[in-house]
C-alpha cells in the first residue's frame, strides 16, 4: 500500500471511530437522563391525530429528509417542509393535529423562528431534536432531545459529521420506537414498499403460486403410470398425491421416481412411492420465508396448503427468481 493509500486508511479509521464514540455517547446518554423526554417523544408523536412534521435547515435539514422517509414508510405519516419555504407560504400545510420534529445542532438556527412561532401559535406540538438545552429551540419545546456535545470527524471540528451521525440515529431510534409500539406488521411495510427487493421479499406465497389447472395433482388410488404423466405435463418436477377431500397426503418426486426405478414402476400404485408428510407452506406464508424453506430442505417447489391441509397451490424457485426474492 502506498504512503498516500495508508493515509487515507488511516483517516478513515479516525473518522469512524470518532462517530462510533459519538454513537457510544448517545447510547450512555439514553441510558441516563435522555431516555425520559425520548419516552414523552415517543408517545406524543405516537398519539398525534395528524402527520409528523420534520423541519431543519442544511445538514440538519437533509438529516430531517431521511427521519421523515424512514418515518412514513414505517407506519408514521410524516413529510418534510423546508424552514425557509415555510417562511413563504408552507407553514400553511402544518395543522394543529399535527406535531413537529425540529432539528438544529446549536438550536439557533434563524431560518426556524417562523416554523417555532407558528407551532406556539397555534398549538401544535413541537419536539426538538438539539445539543443546546439553553437554546430557544429547546426552551419552547414541549419535548427537547438534547444530545451529548462530542467531537466532530471533521479535523477542524466544523463540518457536520459526528452530530448528524447521531441525529439520524436518534430519529431511526424515534421511528423504530414508535413502530413497535403501534405494532407495524410486515403485511403493512410492503403495502409501503411495493417495488423493488424489499416488496418481492415480502411479497406472500398466495400472490405468485400456481394453482387450479396448474397445480399436478393424482389421487392416492392412482398408478404411477397417471402419475408421471401429470408430473411431466406441469414440469415442476414433482405431484401432489390427494385424498378425496384434496387434503395432501403425500408427493412424488424426481427423486422418488429415481429412488424406486424398476421393470414394475409404472403399474406401482403412487402410495407404495410417495414421501409421506411432505414440506409444505401456506397462503400467508412470505415469500422470503417460502425460499428459506427450499434451501434448507434442498428441493426446488413447495405445495401450498390450507389451514385444513387441502393442496391450493404451488411454488417453484422459478416462481422466487422471477420476482427477485432469490
Not at 261 to 284: C, E, F, H, N
Request: hydrophobic content about 45%.
Amino acid at each position: 500500500m502506498s504512503e498516500a493509500a495508508g493515509a487515507a486508511v488511516q483517516s478513515a479509521l479516525r473518522s469512524i471511530k470518532t462517530e462510533i464514540a459519538g454513537l457510544e455517547a448517545l447510547s450512555h446518554a439514553i441510558g441516563n437522563g435522555l431516555g425520559e423526554p425520548f419516552a414523552r417523544a415517543v408517545a406524543q408523536i405516537g398519539a398525534a391525530k395528524g402527520r409528523v412534521i420534520v423541519t431543519g435547515m442544511g445538514k440538519s435539514g437533509h438529516v430531517g429528509r431521511k427521519i421523515a422517509a424512514t418515518m412514513a414508510s414505517t407506519g408514521t405519516p410524516a413529510h418534510f417542509v423546508h424552514p425557509g419555504e415555510a417562511s413563504h407560504g408552507d407553514l400553511g400545510m402544518i395543522r394543529d393535529e399535527d406535531v413537529i420534529l425540529a432539528l438544529s445542532w446549536s438550536g439557533e438556527t434563524a431560518e426556524l423562528s417562523d416554523i417555532i412561532a407558528y407551532s406556539r401559535r397555534f398549538n401544535v406540538g413541537l419536539v426538538a431534536i438539539t445539543s443546546n438545552p439553553d437554546s430557544t429551540l429547546a426552551t419552547e419545546a414541549d419535548v427537547a432531545l438534547v444530545l451529548p456535545k462530542v467531537e466532530e470527524a471533521c479535523p477542524n471540528g466544523l463540518a457536520p459529521t459526528t452530530s448528524t451521525t447521531m441525529q439520524i440515529t436518534l430519529g431511526d431510534a424515534l421511528a423504530v420506537a414508535l413502530l413497535e409500539a403501534r405494532g407495524f406488521t410486515p403485511e403493512e411495510f410492503r403495502t409501503f414498499h411495493p417495488g423493488g427487493k424489499l416488496g418481492a421479499k415480502l411479497s406472500f406465497v398466495r400472490d405468485i403460486m400456481h394453482q387450479g389447472e396448474e397445480l399436478p395433482l393424482v389421487s392416492e388410488g392412482a398408478t404411477m403410470g397417471e402419475a408421471i404423466v401429470e408430473m411431466t405435463s406441469h414440469g415442476f418436477g414433482c405431484v401432489a398425491v390427494v385424498n378425496n377431500a384434496g387434503v395432501l397426503v403425500g408427493i412424488v418426486s424426481d427423486g422418488d421416481l429415481r429412488r424406486h426405478m424398476g421393470a414394475d414402476l409404472i403399474t406401482r400404485p403412487v402410495a407404495s412411492v410417495m414421501t409421506r408428510s411432505p414440506k409444505t407452506v401456506t397462503p400467508k406464508t412470505l415469500a422470503v420465508e417460502a425460499l428459506e424453506a427450499l434451501n434448507r430442505n434442498k428441493i426446488t417447489a413447495l405445495f401450498v396448503c390450507d389451514s385444513g391441509g387441502k393442496a391450493v397451490g404451488i411454488v417453484h424457485i422459478h416462481d422466487l427468481l422471477r420476482i427477485g426474492v432469490a
